[in-house]
């Protein structure tokens, strides 16, 4: 059901009540807040100091100077000419495109244009599954706030946004049988491929789609309406498109080094387990709560919505960075289970929505302007957060390398400083023992000595908080010659 189909439509009712114009402006400014409000918080959370886009915009500006995609590791100081696929050189290729035409406040304004459409694009799924006004909104607006930890430039946005359309069409596949939507998939994943690792999310779910396909037409009553032969087709010119990359079918290789990993990376906050700590975590509990509750209720075991959900509570207990799976597919199954039998529902116009979504970008202009997001107060953010200053010492000084360096920091020197990093937010490319090292050495363990990397480094930056730093103000090997309240900048003696 489309979402400005009526159910039980509300006629003009007698004198005194609102008229249907007025419910419907109304209703057409809340989706205007709606979609508004946590592109407005994304925009007031500075994202920019976001320590992974740097090298992000580091591989873009590599690719614009090079007119080549990375295929081998061109900025670690250990690992230079190790095989390393810059498998998000899309992503990567754009914002650094966006800094050269608007510098941070273009990278704040892409985080907050992809929160918008998100959020559109959840109400969109939602409300083609809940004829109900404000239950859609009430789960649209529970979703996206369970992905507050989210709002960064990160190519994450650009997987959860497509994550949605697939959802969207493979519920309405299900539900009607139509197969028109489905055409749209192999483009999806063909830009998915080049943007982000995660396409293979939106594959195990399409996969899923056609199992539940194949295995309705063996029983009665399906859960789907979707063909199998049509599923089938959409899901091998999908998995076909994935290999329009510059990579091939070695980008498979990168999922598998991914779901390998583990051992150092547990230590990196974003994929660690969700810690319970705030109104966001205990929500998303709420919604797999929900969910599991409202399939139960329907008393008939659902293929599709079942492996969904223990899909997305895997994935999102597993690692915060990946929560979002959870509260977009809790919503979607909420929205089609809820009954609203016997509400009258208000048609919106088809154009109201993308009234409200204009609206909603035109209310985050001015958001801009209101919190004074300007780059150069973005810039003062950033030197709070990172190590603006220790840099300009540095090059002022022109201290050489080879470097050894804080882990938060490695991907904004990888930018500021153009010198080779002794680590950085690359997990996949450190793996486990690299990672592993570090924690070791930055945490000044007895062994600390026998990384290699440190004791043969020219140049260190690190935390001025972290123990490794306290041990090198008393070793003879190093003289520290910067610090600030932020970062220490030590030199070996010569």
């Known amino acids: 059901m489309r979402p400005d189909v009526l159910v039980n439509p509300v006629q003009p009712s007698a004198s005194g009540a609102p ?12 989706l205007a807040v709606l979609f508004a409000g946590p592109a407005l918080v994304c925009v007031h959370a500075a994202c920019a100091i976001d320590p992974d886009i740097w090298w992000h915009m580091r591989v873009g500006e590599w690719i614009l100077q090079h007119h080549a995609v990375p295929q081998v590791e061109i900025f670690s100081r250990e690992l230079a000419g190790k095989p390393w696929l810059a498998y998000s050189w899309l992503f990567e290729l754009l914002v650094v495109k966006i800094f050269y035409r608007l510098g941070l406040v273009g990278i704040v304004a892409y985080s907050g244009t992809m929160i918008l459409a998100i959020t559109a694009a959840i109400y969109h799924l939602v409300r083609r599954l809940q004829s109900d006004f404000t239950l859609g909104v009430m789960l649209t607006f529970a979703s996206i706030f369970c992905m ?17 359309l697939e959802l969207d069409i493979l519920m309405q596949a299900r539900r009607t049988g139509q197969k028109r939507e489905l055409l749209w998939l192999p483009l999806i994943f063909a830009l998915w491929a080049n943007i982000h690792i995660e396409f293979i999310y939106g594959l195990f779910v399409l996969g899923l789609a056609w199992f539940e396909s194949v295995g309705s037409r063996s029983r009665d009553g399906g859960s789907t309406q979707a063909q199998p032969v049509w599923m089938g087709c959409a899901l091998l010119a ?10 091939g079918w070695r980008i498979y290789g990168v999922v598998y080094d991914l779901v390998t990993q583990g051992g150092g990376l547990r230590q990196v906050s974003e994929m660690q387990a969700i810690p319970f700590r705030d109104a966001l975590d205990f929500l998303i509990l709420a919604l797999a709560l929900g969910s599991v509750a409202a399939l139960a209720w329907q008393r008939r075991f659902v293929i599709f919505e079942t492996g969904l959900l223990a899909f997305a509570c895997v994935m999102s207990f597993r690692s915060m960075r990946d929560e979002w799976t959870l509260a977009v597919v809790a919503a979607a199954i909420l929205a089609s289970t809820l009954s609203n039998r016997g509400k009258p529902t208000i048609r919106l116009p088809r ?9 909603a970008g035109l209310l985050m202009v001015a958001g801009f302007r209101l919190m004074h997001v300007t780059d150069d107060r973005l810039k003062t953010q950033v030197a709070n957060k990172l190590p603006v200053h220790a840099v300009d010492f540095v090059q002022a000084r022109g201290y050489a390398g080879p470097l050894y360096n804080n882990f938060d920091w490695g991907g904004y020197l990888i930018w500021a400083l153009r010198m080779p990093v002794s680590i950085d937010g690359r997990t996949n490319l450190y793996g486990n023992e690299r990672m592993d090292r570090w924690i070791a050495t930055s945490t000044a363990q007895p062994d600390w000595s026998s990384d290699t990397l440190l004791t043969s480094a020219g140049l260190v930056i690190e935390s001025v908080k972290s123990p490794i730093t306290q041990v090198l103000r008393m070793d003879s090997h190093f003289q520290l010659v910067y610090e600030d309240n932020l970062a220490a900048v030590f030199v070996a003696r010569k």
């Open 238 to 247: 999908s998995a076909l498109a994935t290999l329009a990359n510059p990579f």
């Open 148 to 164: 507050g930890h989210l709002y960064t430039p990160r190519p994450w946005l650009l997987t959860i946004l497509f994550f949605i």
């Open 351 to 359: 154009f109201a929505t993308g009234i409200a979504v204009l609206a």
């Open 19 to 30: 008229k249907l114009w007025v419910i419907q402006l109304v209703q057409t400014a809340v």
